[in-house]
């Protein structure tokens, strides 16, 4: 019932390049509320309304999908430059698109490191000509991630990739000193330090959540203070020099606690959590298999009911992916072995619909703030994460709520399939995504 009707509506006779697609969406909910027609035209929500009538449109049967502002992603591992083994510019935008993305963010831990102009330039530009969604590299904080020195953050917010987002993610930047001077820095150009909160001696060789799962298997724990001790300490680092700081993947309920401390007294922190730390726990390790395994872990049940809360209250601003794919011989080794890390894209929105929208915690304009709005904003990322809403870039994800497959990471576009939730039965399935109104995905494919 999604196809677009081409039969007397045909794109312009150019082929139809970026500007030169009309799509008339007739009859979608618009982020949940009543059936509304968009016009999507000159990249642009043209027109709002009901029965419209667009004799160069093609038309799109969207009764019974919810339109949402298309997904901004603040945290993506897209492997390029360096591991094309595990996935490439091209194939992990692909599958944003897939997952309802309109734009993501590609952290910095690639081969080169992007700690340079240059480096985030090539990124930037392999997004532009992928096409499938904005590409907005995240600048390394030090030099090769080594947490030493800081590294080019002025070049690479001055280069063409306009770089707002500096982390080290994959490492924490565990020098206090260094951590304060890359938030005084980033300041003159509106720039945001993520940090990924790990206390490196607290962490050493652990495996998995510190506690009675990790006991019963044998496994080094990660325990939740070496969390939130750099949190909260980057937390009042942020304060003294009044700088912005955003945390990576929050895992457990101690960290949320001092967020919404911080956040009330002041603090410019803002803060992420991926799908797998809403959904899973660490007692999916028991078979250690090592899909379940990652960095920070999985928690326990009271720190997913946590963060689930601090999601719907706002504690916690936004959904990350956190998508780290991986090829098959870096996952399907012993659990010390292992490599850390899921993949998430494709299946972010629906793991979302579970965890927050079908526990009533989240309504689907929650989800699109959460999803698209505040990550927006705290990337510094333009003509993204707008309302829908007429003269609005036409950014729009259309999702079918009351689909039901079981998660085939066989059929992801992603090149790895290192997802944790094969074979979990999740709700919804994005239907199309439109790229300032390019179709980007039709009918739950990618359109080329
Ligand atoms: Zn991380």
Redesign the pocket.
């Given at each position: 019932m999604t196809s677009p009707d081409n039969s007397d509506k045909r794109r312009g006779a150019d082929g139809g390049s970026a500007m030169s697609e009309e799509w008339l969406i007739a009859g979608a909910s618009v982020v949940g509320g009543a059936p509304r027609d968009l016009l999507l035209k000159d990249g642009v929500i043209a027109e709002i309304g009901e029965n419209l009538a667009a004799p160069g449109a093609t038309v799109l049967d969207a009764r019974g999908l919810i339109a949402l502002p298309g997904l901004v992603d603040l945290h993506t591992h897209l492997r390029e430059p360096g591991r094309e083994d595990a996935e490439t510019v091209e194939t992990g935008t692909r599958a944003a698109a897939l997952g309802g993305y309109t734009a993501v963010h590609a952290m910095a831990n690639t081969e080169p490191v992007a700690d340079t102009a240059g480096v985030v330039e090539q990124v930037w530009r392999l997004g532009e000509q992928a096409g499938y969604v904005d590409v907005r590299p995240v600048g390394a904080v030090t030099v090769n991630l080594g947490g030493k020195q800081l590294a080019e953050l002025g070049a690479m917010a001055d280069s063409a990739a306009r770089v707002r987002v500096f982390s080290d993610?994959?490492f924490c930047v565990a020098d206090p000193l260094l951590m304060r001077r890359a938030l005084e820095y980033v300041k003159a150009f509106d720039g945001v330090i993520a940090q990924?909160a790990q206390e490196p001696r607290l962490t050493e060789g652990a495996q998995l959540n510190e506690g009675e799962v990790a006991s019963r298997l044998g496994l080094a724990g990660w325990p939740a203070a070496a969390e939130e001790a750099i949190i909260a300490r980057d937390c009042l680092l942020a304060a003294h020099v009044d700088a912005a700081l955003h945390v990576?993947?929050v895992s457990t309920a101690g960290s949320v606690e001092i967020i919404r401390w911080a956040k009330a007294k002041g603090v410019q922190v803002t803060a992420e959590v991926t799908p797998h730390h809403l959904l899973l726990t660490d007692d999916l390790a028991e078979h250690y298999d090592p899909v379940f395994k990652v960095?920070p872990p999985l928690r326990t049940k009271a720190d997913v009911d946590a963060l689930r809360l601090a999601l719907a209250d706002g504690t916690i601003d936004c959904v990350a992916t956190?998508h780290a794919p991986h090829p098959v011989e870096a996952k399907e080794a012993e659990w010390a072995a292992a490599a850390n890390g899921m993949t998430g894209l494709e299946t972010a929105l629906r793991v979302v619909h579970k965890a927050m929208v079908e526990t009533g915690l989240l309504d689907w304009a929650g989800v699109a703030d959460r999803m698209s709005a505040r990550p927006a904003a705290i990337g510094r990322l333009p003509g993204h994460g707008q309302p829908l809403t007429e003269g609005a870039p036409a950014n729009v994800t259309l999702y079918d709520p009351a689909a039901a497959t079981p998660v085939d990471p066989a059929t992801h576009a992603s090149k790895s399939r290192n997802s944790p939730f094969a074979g979990m039965a999740l709700p919804g399935q994005v239907r199309a995504t439109f790229l300032r109104g390019t179709a980007t995905v039709l009918d739950g494919k990618v359109t080329r």
């Open positions: 993610d994959g990924h990576c993947h960095n956190d």
